[in-house]
């Protein structure tokens, strides 16, 4: 099964460790900030769509609309090892023709028919954006931990 088009934040275990030094809640901030852009992206590439059947190579039309409206963004649980990730694809039984559009696709009887990328070029549109926001996040939870006293109480047992 092809993995979704999405953004994934490479690094694993230690980018979670350096994470959790602002608490607990961390790295679903980050997710989260990472899902309401991912949210704005699936909007994005619905508007791109064409009113009438696109040509080959070109950004997908509508037909039935049921492809646009089966574009969603949606978030990977964190699981040991895996990146914090989300993910842009067009989900559900409505739009099963979703990854032949994108990535192109052999024909009956030979012959190929060309790539209409719709998701792909929408993830690399909205990278600097994505960014951004991960970057806000992370600056409130800078700015939280900062104000959080590192040591909240000291049991030295000398007494």
Known sequence: MARDNGVYLDGG??????????????????????????????????AKFKDSVSKSGEFPGIKTGKLKRAITAYALQPELGKPL????????????????????????????VAARPFLAPTVARWMPMMNLEIDRALEKLSDKFEKQPLIKSIDQGWD
């Open 85 to 112: 990730a989300i993910c842009l694809a067009a989900r559900g039984r409505t739009a099963p023709h979703a990854h032949l559009l994108e990535y192109g696709h052999a024909k009956k009887g030979g012959g190929t």
């Open 13 to 46: 275990e230690e980018m979670k460790a350096a994470l959790r030094q602002f608490g607990s809640d961390a790295d679903t901030t980050i997710l989260n900030s990472m899902l309401e852009t991912g949210k704005v992206m699936a909007k994005d590439a619905q």
